[in-house]
Structure formats: C-alpha cells, structure tokens
C-alpha cells in the first residue's frame, strides 16, 4: 500500500515494542494534526484534547495488541474518531433529554493570525468548514493530516475511492470559490 | 510573465504556511495521481486550490502544549494497569443505580484516579464482552468484491457493496450468516445446518455451493437463489423447514419476492449467467433499468443516474459477460435504450429515450 518505507512505521514498531523514546517522538511528531483533526469534528476545545489523550493513552497501554505491520497514522485517527463519534452521539443524546439546542457549535478560532492574509486565510477556513460534512473530513485528512487515500478510507470506513471522489470534489469546490473570490489568485 | 505561485503576485495576501514549512513545494503522491485525470489547465487550477487550501489549517498547539499534554498522558498510562487488575474500583458501577460510596470524602485527585481506574476496568470488561459477542461483519466495499472466510472453513465471494453478518461466538450452536447483497457461497459439509438470512428469506444448506442475491434496495425487491451443487431447502420463514419450503436440485433457481409467503417453484437456471457478477460481468432478465443502475453504480463505485422516473422503471434484459467500466456499461445500456447518456465530474446519467 504505501510505496516508501514510512519512518513513521519504523516509529511504530519501536513503540510497540515498549521503547518510551519512540512514543515521545510518535506523540511529538502526531499530537498536534490530531488535536486539529478532533477539532475539526465540531467538538469542544476540551473534549477534542481529551480524546487524542486517550488515543495515545490506549496505544501505549494496550500496545502488545495492536499489529505492528498497520498503518499508526490509521490507527490513532481511528481511535480519536471513534471517540469524538461517541461524545457527540453521548451529547446529542443529553440534548434531546434537555430538549434544548444549544445552537451551532463552530470550533473556537483564536484570533492569533498574522494580519497579513488574514482576510484570504479565514476565507479558506470558512470555506473548508463549509465542505459537506464528510467530504471535509476526508479533505482534512488528506490536506493537514497527510493521510493517505488508503489511510482515510480505513479511518473513515470508506472505500479509497470515495475518498478519492470526496477530495477531487473538494478541490474543485474550493477552486470554484477561489474564482469567486479573486479570479487573479489562480493560475490561467 | 505569470507567476504560479500566486503568493508573490498578492504578498499581502498569502504569506506562506508557517504551519508546515517547505510543503509548498510538492504535492503528495496520492494527490498527485489524482489530479492527472485532469486537463492541465484545470490540474494547475486544483493544485493552486490544494496549495491555498493550506491557509485553512486549525492552529496547531504550542510545543509547550503538546509537552505538557505529553507529561499528562505519561501519567496516565503509568496510572492504567497494564492486565486488568482487580482494584476495588466499584466507586462508579456500571450501573446508574448503584450506591455511591459515601463513607468518606477522599482527596479530590484520589477520587479522580479511582475513578479514571473504574472507569478503565468497565472499559475493559465493557470491552471484552462486547469483543466476544460482536457480529462479525465482513463488507465488500463499493466497486470491490471479497471473499469471507468462516469459522467453519466456508467461503462467500461478496459483490461490490455487500454485507455479510454474522456471530462468532454462537457459531458452535449453529452456522447462520446475514446477507445484504449478493454473494456466491461455498459450504463446507457439516453436521450442523449452514442459515443464510436475507431481509426476507432464509436458505438452509448442508454443504454445497450456491448464489443467493438479496438486494432490499432493488425496485423490485426479492431474494433468489442459484444452487450449483448439492442440495438446498429455500424458505421464507427463518427456519426454511415447513410445507412452504422449496428444495432446489443443481442447476435449479427460485425466488422469493418482499411480500410472497413462500418461493417461486424452481426452475431450471442457466447457473453461468446467474455467477456472471463473478468474473466481471452482468446477467439482467427482465429487470427495472433501476435496479441494473444501481448494481452497476455498487460494482464500480461510481454513481449513475436514470431519470426519469418512468425510465429507472423499465424493464430490460440485459446480459455482458464482462463490462470493465461503468462508462461502458452505461454506454451499451443507452445504445440499447436509444437513451441519452451524459457525464458530470464522476456521476454517469441515462435519460430520456422513446416511451
């Protein structure tokens, strides 16, 4: 599946055979893009950090039974989904009780930009954020999570090929916005 | 003089992605690939959008952050027992009801570890009973057939789409699978009878080999079978015993429909045409153009669309041995139909044609 051997893999390997150096390096290297990721699925600031905690948790405790020769990229975006997917399964549920909507909940922007290309910046993230839920995802993951199509098929449970059909409609949704924008941004 | 990289044309605009520095430069391999399905002009386009698109990355933490984080997670795993060790950890049963231990007030942090190790151990135990007890489900994904291995050694070639359910740890008590799709299944010979369930019959075999189609989505909705060796006892009621059974010998088919009380007699089947699906071909007799749209759009994931209404209901035989693309699939079904067939981005679609 992957062509090059992944350094990640090599990563990987060595966590699972309980080397604490490789885990620091495997948490460096992945904690961020999977906090952004858990982000991303419209979660609380708290609940998305929780998550990849656990995520990470799990793969250093449970690690003699997880298959080495796998994808850790799948595996830990995997396990941050699932857990996001069972949070807002448990929330949604409390609402309904509640009967109450708490309105639309957009992911906190910390308004921490670089005033230059600000403008443009929040743009595409608002434009990202406005991609049907799915194809977002798969768009994500391929985008900032660097996943490979094979990768976010098995984190999202779908064949490599919808998730090709979700990024190439991506694209060309974002491209279209783009020359909406400012035809002058592209390439003629 | 055009400058593609956009960045220097509007510098107030579009500084450059300090989130992930030196990736402006090359595209993932993956990306890459798809987008030489475009024109150049277009891929330009799409690969400037891919590049933008960067700016709309989520903030990233802080290092500090992401250490701290580290810190906190080291904690916790050295907190989690490695096998399930057996602490008291009752203080949060799993059950809502349970009484709260009241007898004193431990120190907030205590409280919260007991809680987290409860919290752990239901998980675990949580975890293995739903890991012992959980269906097993074997999924052909769209455009991909696969083959399911039983515990018994039986084997299911599943079409594109197809679902195969079944419980591993009731397996012992009898051989039953649920089928949502189609599948051609090779029965090992057992004591115990092979089940197949369907969303509206049941086929119950010794050992033998057969095809069973199944989809609830089809316009006309109906499960048929196809036997090929062996015997076969084909119902529409779960247990496929009773006088409304029907049992096909080799070479035999029947069917039944969502609202038949019991199957069609059997007839003889050209069996070939009935496994076609197999090698990459499709066999229709007789079918709503909806229903062949459909297989066609789960065989090679790709959506195809009929309209109108009173088109996706026309009946048309149809029989390729082999089609390699649902473009040319859908081609000969227009030829065929005097239809019009058109393409958007991915999704093919038939209409029009003569009433």
């Known amino acids: 599946m992957s062509s090059t051997p992944n350094p990640l893999d090599e990563i990987f390997q060595a966590v699972l055979g309980g080397d604490e150096d490789a885990f620091d390096a495997l948490f460096r290297r992945l904690h961020a893009p999977l906090l952004g990721y858990a982000r991303s699925l419209r979660a609380e600031q708290g609940e998305a950090a929780d998550a990849v905690q656990n995520a990470f948790v799990r793969l250093w405790t449970q690690r003699e039974t997880f298959d080495a020769s796998g994808s850790v ?22 609402r309904e009780l509640r009967g109450a909507h708490a309105g639309p909940e957009k992911g906190p922007r910390t308004p921490s930009e670089h005033a230059a290309g600000r403008a443009l910046r929040q743009r595409v993230q608002k434009w990202i954020a406005a991609l049907p839920e799915r194809r977002q995802e798969a768009f994500r993951l391929s985008r900032f999570a660097d996943l490979t199509h094979e990768e976010i098929a ?11 059909t979700h990024i190439r409609l991506a694209l060309e949704d974002l491209r279209e916005r783009l020359t909406a924008y400012d035809p002058d941004l592209l390439p003629s | 003089m055009k400058d593609r990289s956009g960045q220097r044309r509007a510098p107030s605009e579009l500084p450059p992605d300090e989130g992930a520095p030196g990736e402006e430069e090359t595209l993932p391999e993956h990306v890459r690939q798809l987008l030489e399905d475009y ?23 802080a290092a500090e952050t992401t250490e701290t984080a580290l810190k906190e997670i ?72 696969r083959v399911a291995v039983l515990p018994d050694g039986s084997t ?22 649920h089928l949502q799709g189609e599948a051609f299944f090779e029965v090992t010979k057992g004591e115990a009878p092979f089940l197949v369930d369907t969303f509206n019959a049941t086929v119950r075999v010794l050992g033998t080999t057969f095809n069973v189609r199944a989809w609830p ?48 007699a059997p007839s003889p089947a050209d069996t070939g045409r009935a496994l076609t699906w197999r090698r990459g071909g499709v066999a229709f007799s007789d079918q709503p153009l909806g229903t062949i749209a459909d297989e066609i759009q789960r065989r090679f994931d790709v959506p195809v ?16 041995r082999k089609v390699s693309s649902a473009q040319e699939a859908t081609e000969d079904l227009c030829d065929y139909l005097r239809a019009e067939c058109t393409r958007r981005g991915d999704t093919l679609r038939i209409s029009g044609g003569p009433r």
């Open chain 2, 156 to 177: 299911a070639e599943l079409s594109g789409g197809t679902e195969l359910t079944y419980y591993r740890y009731f397996w012992r008590e009898g051989r039953r699978v």
């Open chain 2, 39 to 61: 024109p150049e002009a277009e891929r330009r386009k799409l690969r400037h959008a891919w590049k933008l698109a960067g700016q709309g990355r989520p903030e990233t933490p």
């Open chain 2, 74 to 145: 080291k904690r916790r795993a050295e907190e989690t027992p490695a096998p399930p060790a057996r602490t008291n950890a009752g203080e949060r049963g799993p059950e809502p009801g349970r009484a709260e231990d009241k007898r004193h007030r431990k120190p907030a942090r205590f409280r919260w570890r007991l809680a987290a190790a409860a919290l752990v151990l239901c998980t675990l135990t949580g975890g293995l009973a739903w890991w012992v007890l959980r269906p097993a489900e074997v999924v052909a994904p769209a455009g991909q057939s």
């Open chain 1, 73 to 94: 990229r799948a595996l830990l975006y995997t396990m941050v989904r699932n857990d996001m997917l069972s949070r807002k399964r448990k929330e949604s549920r409390r």
């Open chain 1, 154 to 164: 098995r984190v999202m449970d779908i064949s490599p090929r919808t998730v090709e």
């Open chain 2, 217 to 264: 989505t089809d316009m006309t909705p109906d499960t048929r079978v196809t036997l090929v060796q062996g015997r076969l006892a084909f119902s529409a009621d779960p247990s496929a015993r009773g006088d409304r059974t029907v049992v096909l010998s080799p070479g035999e088919a029947s069917r039944v429909g969502a609202s038949d009380r019991a199957p069609a």
């Open chain 2, 305 to 320: 669309r009929v309209e109108p209404g009173s088109l996706r209901r026309r009946r048309v035989t149809f029989y390729r």
